[in-house]
Nanobody
Framework: QVQLEESGGGLVQAGGSLRLSCAAS????????MGWFRQAPGKEREFVAG????????VYADSVKGRFTISRDNTKKTVWLQMNSLKPEDAAVYYC????????????????WGQGTQVTVSS
């Protein structure tokens, strides 16, 4: 199994920044891609960004391009989401997720999930 633990959420003013962290543990060799998702109250969960452990693959949702940056440290098995120029509409619970190596890169299904961390953006 793979365990994911997010941290770094909190309250920030619009225009501010936060950095989320996701620490992966367990059988991490079974994962190929790490992703960040978010879910706001009353809305469906949406993809935010993804990064591969061992290839240059990196992808962002259009809504966060140019503002958010996903990065990783393979040694620490940690993934970060640097969020700049935050907007009130970025407020949500942010989830870290991992995709199994058995799935194709562009398969939208993720197999392992963290508990989430709350991001609140005040206007």
């Amino acid at each position: 199994q793979v365990q994911l633990e997010e941290s770094g959420g909190g309250l920030v003013q619009a225009g501010g920044s936060l950095r989320l962290s996701c620490a992966a543990s367990g059988r991490t060799e079974r994962t190929s891609i790490m992703g960040w998702f978010r879910q706001a109250p009353g809305k469906e969960r949406e993809f935010v960004a993804g990064i591969a452990w061992n290839t240059p693959y990196r992808v962002y949702a259009d809504s966060v391009k140019g503002r958010f940056t996903i990065s990783r440290d393979n040694t620490k098995k940690t993934v970060w989401l640097q969020m700049n120029s935050l907007k009130p509409e970025d407020a949500a619970v942010y989830y870290c997720a991992a995709k199994s190596t058995t799935r194709a890169t562009y398969d939208g299904v993720y197999d392992y999930w963290g508990q989430g961390t709350q991001v609140t953006v005040s206007s």
